[in-house]
């Protein structure tokens, strides 16, 4: 609800945003209008937004665009102010954002985890909102990446079974749309065929890994993940992304100190007190680099 992903996320991760579904189904990426919900504003069924254009609830007031746009973007305050240093398009009545600018600050909405649906007794409820609902420990599909995993360690695979297969059930099924968020409404294609051709002939572990991460982004695997497969400094070692202010709007390159005792958490120093044991075993029971 609260994840400010780096950059990374939406150049690499989700680099394929028209044919893999799990991008849109992943991000609130397009905020809409509900000033009708409001007492505030619901008396007006129109109001105006990014270039002094109508805006009717429903409509789209601020957007993260998926790629850099061919048109430039104007970040002046007139003749109206996001107010989260947004730009405009000519043409659009919804403030815009690239993903060059996503920052600590400003960045997509968790959506997957969300109610999808609005019968909260009036309530402000979805596409905007978040939401606290407890999602599933365990998904069918980790079945297919833990035995892609294997088959890329080098266990033994049955026919039809390779890493590459196992993966592409997965990818085949991401390619089916039902539904826009983007677009709020219903959306029915079928992109499996492209998607599954674009995999990988030779699958190896960071692959495996992008594609956890495309399948459980926000749901609390990464950092196992990348400890897991000692490729915690590897991959995460470095990101970029804007700073935490609306005016920090230069992409950084942040690097983070990851050191090998830092794959092992420590042993909480209460639980550690409280055993019965010498100083010097106590001393001796904590993960190394943490006395």
Not at 46 to 64: K, T
Not at 183 to 201: G, K, L, R, V, W
Request: hydrophobic share 35%; glycine share 8%; proline share 8%.
């Amino acid at each position: 609800m609260r994840m400010a992903p780096p950059q990374g996320v939406f150049s690499n991760t989700f680099a394929d945003k028209t044919n893999d579904s799990r991008y849109d189904g992943t991000f609130t990426t397009v905020y809409r209008g509900n000033w009708n919900k409001t007492a505030l504003y619901g008396t007006n069924p129109v109001l105006y937004n990014a270039n002094a254009l109508p805006v009717e609830p429903g409509d789209a007031i601020f957007s993260f665009l998926n790629e850099e746009p061919s048109e430039s973007i104007n970040y002046s305050t007139s003749p109206y102010d996001s107010g989260i240093g947004a730009g405009i398009i000519s043409g659009r009545a919804d403030f815009v954002l690239p993903p060059s600018r996503i920052s600590r600050r400003v960045y997509p909405g968790l959506w997957k985890l969300g109610p999808y649906r609005t019968d909260n007794a009036g309530g402000l409820g979805q596409p905007n909102a978040g939401s606290t609902r407890p999602f599933n420990v365990a998904k069918f599909s980790e079945l297919y990446l833990v035995a892609a995993e294997a088959a890329v360690k080098g266990a033994s695979t049955q026919p039809g079974k390779s890493a590459r297969d196992l993966v592409n059930v997965l990818r085949a099924r991401a390619g089916k749309w039902r539904w826009s968020n983007a677009a709020n409404s219903s959306f029915i294609q079928d992109n499996s065929a492209a998607i599954t051709a674009a995999t990988p002939e030779i699958i190896d572990i960071n692959y495996i890994l992008a594609e956890r991460s495309r399948e459980f982004y926000g749901e609390g695997y990464r950092w196992f993940d990348l400890v897991r497969t000692q490729k915690w400094n590897e991959i995460a070692g470095t990101y970029v992304i804007c700073g935490p202010n609306l005016t920090d709007i230069t992409p950084q390159t942040f690097t983070r100190t990851i050191e090998p005792f830092h794959y092992l958490r420590p042993i909480p120093r209460p639980q550690i007190d409280l055993m019965d044991m010498s100083p010097a075993e106590i001393a001796a029971y904590q993960n190394p680099g943490y006395n």
